[in-house]
């Protein structure tokens, strides 16, 4: 398992979490407010796992998995519980955050990336491929998004305004299961440097939490 030396002092999270992932290669992905709490120093030569909780640690806050590259940062859903995967150690591509066997869930989940995907591919601007994009949104009873807010920009300042226009009201088309986790955390990947979808397969990833 690889060690990598780290020396990041006791600091605001965010900051904390950008020379985490300079050191890393990770890209993380935190809600602004969680990012102005405090975070745990790290040093020494420790692996992505233990660097990670000792960050974390005490922060009430644990880091889940969207795919082998990219991490979530969200409040724990127990006490002390952090990451429990690392580079290597996680399954490469973490599908959804829902348990095993909620089909419903599951089926549902790609409602809302099928309606999302729509409607980005209705505007040059906002159309999938060549950005990352991280979401959270919430779903009233009749599928229609009620509140919703990004994660982490686009890279640009007006393409996320487009985003959040697309957002904004967004019908599923169908009422969630009652039992469905929200928000959902929807993650989409560029397909690669410069590279502009055709609205056909773009790289999805989604996770769900509670609140």
Not at 56 to 84: D, F, H
Not at 117 to 145: F, I, K, N
Not at 190 to 210: F, K, L, M, Q, V
Request: charged fraction near 20%; proline fraction near 6%; glycine fraction near 10%.
């Amino acid at each position: 398992m690889a060690r990598i030396e780290f020396d990041i002092s006791a600091q605001r999270l965010g900051d904390a979490i950008e020379a985490y992932s300079k050191a890393t290669g990770l890209d993380i992905l935190i809600d602004g407010e969680h990012a102005q709490r405090s975070s745990g120093a790290v040093r020494g030569a420790l692996t992505a796992m233990e660097a990670l909780e000792a960050m974390l640690a005490g922060t009430g806050l644990e880091a889940r998995y969207a795919n082998a590259g990219s991490v979530v940062i969200r409040a724990s859903r127990a006490p002390g519980v952090a990451a429990r995967a690392a580079q290597g150690e996680a399954p490469a591509v973490e599908e959804s955050g829902f348990s095993a066997g909620e089909a419903a869930h599951r089926i549902y989940a790609a409602q809302v990336q099928q309606a999302l995907r729509g409607g980005l591919c209705e505007s040059a601007q906002t159309r999938p491929g060549g950005y990352r994009l991280a979401l959270q949104l919430s779903l009233d009873a009749q599928g229609v998004v009620e509140r919703f807010r990004l994660l982490s920009t686009t890279g640009e300042a007006s393409r996320d305004a487009a985003v959040q226009r697309k957002v904004r009201g967004l019908a599923v088309g169908a009422p969630p299961p009652p039992s469905l986790p929200q928000p959902l955390v929807i993650l989409l990947l560029p397909e690669g440097p410069g590279a502009e979808s055709d609205c056909g397969d773009a790289a999805w990833r989604t996770t769900a939490r509670t609140p």
